[in-house]
């Protein structure tokens, strides 16, 4: 007498009774019309009494007790495969008992083996099988050898609602547990792709995102433009109002950013309070209209209650000079902390204008960039000796370096990056002290302190034992590098940091 599982066990947790919970209700029903077919063949034998008090039991008491046990057994799942294994060997029982009637006898042992292989596959099945052959024997022993497999027409028709109504049965089941698995897989890609606070696209998807677009561009020469995007003061805002106002912050700055773009657009978190947008099909120009109508709208509608939280938008469009999505994305990157360099709450786009700077600024070296005539010019008085430079696009390719600098570093005619020239100084111990031994990790720590700042100043230490002052300068083109010669004392004071090198 079979039963129908509602949802096989791998679906719910191996300590909950979901799974015993679902399959009571269609054990009931399903060893309750088992019963009939059992009986139309019990009637038509005119076996004793004490024939019909297992099938009785096990038709209308044991589904109760079954679940019983699933509910207080530690492991819930187990008990119910037990269960099964149980059914099994009753039904085995019933076999015997009614001389191997055909119908009734294929039913049963063809719906039992259904429902095993739901509940725990071919390996439950053929457990179940073999304990049914246990049962087939003990009921020889019990009830005696009786041969009767023709099916009278009273057996088929009390076969019949078994026969109908547990096909239809595990149909259902299969098709409420087939939905059920491709929500939960689609919960799953959502939450493999998406920031839970935020509902953007996550950083791992967009960076996909970012590099799928920079593939397009090389392919066709598509136009796309990165934003990168920066709540300004988010720790005071944690600080002063709580975490739950920093989460408050962040969502309501995700549904604006949603609310402004175009559907072609990929808006993601980037990490912590940092955004970042790829908009395809967009120029630089276009994509900072279009980020200045969103800073505007952020001071229209407070993103904290009361309170104007202002954000700084760093923007870059794709070039040729951009040798990878890395670069370009290191690009919207210097564009971001030069927004927030000039004072955040505002929009900076690569190629365009800065405010002027006076001499005495920091940054101001980094202006000369601008005409390469002014460089060349600044290079060549440079190579008397006073100071060793070196100009790097953003892909960090070495656009111009004086004679100083080479020697200072030792750099090959082969060297044609950073990289390049750190690795050269690392491999034969000149230039700047690398005590890393991963030389690629220590590049991509150098990076990353660049990248937190459009300009810093640090003491490097040479593998001759020299202090050397070094600046450096991000901007929109690319970033320079700025050696002082004279050794630095080392008691003097205001060196910002000491580190291995540029």
């Not at 599982?5 to 009571?24: E, G, K, L, Q, Y």
């Not at 951009?322 to 290191?330: F, I, V």
């Not at 070495?398 to 570093?409: C, G, M, Q, R």
């Not at 459009?454 to 050696?483: A, C, H, I, Q």
């Amino acid at each position: 007498m079979p039963k129908t599982p509602m949802v096989p066990p791998d679906a719910t947790p191996v300590h909950s009774t979901a799974f015993a919970r679902a399959i009571f209700w269609p054990r009931v029903i399903g060893l309750a019309l088992g019963f009939l077919a059992v009986a139309s063949v019990l009637h038509e034998r005119s076996a004793p009494w004490w024939f019909w008090v297992g099938p009785v039991v096990h038709g209308f008491l044991w589904p109760h007790l079954a679940w019983q046990l699933a509910r207080r057994a530690p492991d819930p799942q187990q008990r119910e495969r037990s269960n099964l294994l149980i059914d099994h060997f009753a039904g085995g029982l019933w076999v015997a008992a009614i001389g191997f009637n055909v119908l009734p006898s294929v039913l049963i042992v063809a719906l039992m083996a259904m429902d095993s292989m739901i509940v725990g596959g071919s390996r439950q099945m053929l457990r179940g099988l073999a304990t049914q052959a246990v049962g087939v024997l003990a009921g020889l022993l019990l009830f005696g050898v009786y041969w009767q497999p023709a099916s009278a027409m009273q057996t088929v028709l009390a076969c019949l609602p078994l026969l109908v109504l547990h096909p239809l049965s595990v149909s259902y089941t299969t098709h409420r547990t087939l939905r059920k698995l491709n929500q939960q897989r689609e919960e799953l890609a959502h939450l493999s792709q998406h920031d839970g606070l935020s509902g953007l696209y996550n950083r791992r998807y967009w960076e996909q995102r970012v590099k799928d677009e920079f593939a397009r561009f090389v392919r066709t020469g598509q136009v796309a433009t990165l934003v990168l995007i920066d709540i300004d003061h988010f720790k005071r805002i944690n600080d002063s109002y709580g975490h739950a106002a920093g989460d408050q912050v962040i969502r309501r700055l995700s549904d604006l950013v949603r609310a402004s773009l175009r559907d072609i657009d990929v808006p993601g978190r980037y990490g912590g309070e940092e955004f970042g947008i790829v908009m395809p099909q967009t120029d630089p120009q276009a994509a900072a209209v279009a980020m200045e109508r969103l800073r505007l709208r952020l001071h229209q509608q407070p993103l904290l209650d009361g309170e104007v939280v202002t954000v700084s938008f760093g923007v870059a469009g794709l070039s040729r000079d951009l040798a990878s999505h890395e670069a370009w994305m290191r690009l919207a990157d210097q564009m971001l902390y030069r927004a927030k360099h000039e004072g955040r709450d505002r929009v900076s786009t690569a190629g365009e204008a800065q405010p002027p700077s006076r001499v005495d600024e920091p940054g101001a070296l980094g202006l000369l960039t601008r005409d390469p005539r002014a460089l060349a010019g600044l290079l060549a008085k440079l190579d008397s000796g006073a100071a060793a430079v070196a100009l790097y696009d953003p892909a960090d390719r070495l656009v111009l370096a004086n004679a100083t600098f080479i020697a200072l570093h030792a750099s090959p005619p082969v060297a044609h990056s950073f990289g390049d020239v750190m690795r050269h100084c690392h491999a034969r111990r000149r230039g700047p002290r690398i005590d890393a031994d991963d030389i690629e990790a220590w590049l991509r720590m150098a990076d990353a302190k660049r990248r937190s700042r459009p300009y810093r100043s640090f003491v490097v230490d040479m593998w001759d034992g020299r202090l050397f002052k070094v600046d450096e300068t991000s901007f929109d083109n690319g970033w320079l590098l700025y050696v002082s010669v004279p050794q630095v004392n080392a008691d003097a004071a205001p060196a910002p940091s000491r580190e291995a090198s540029a």
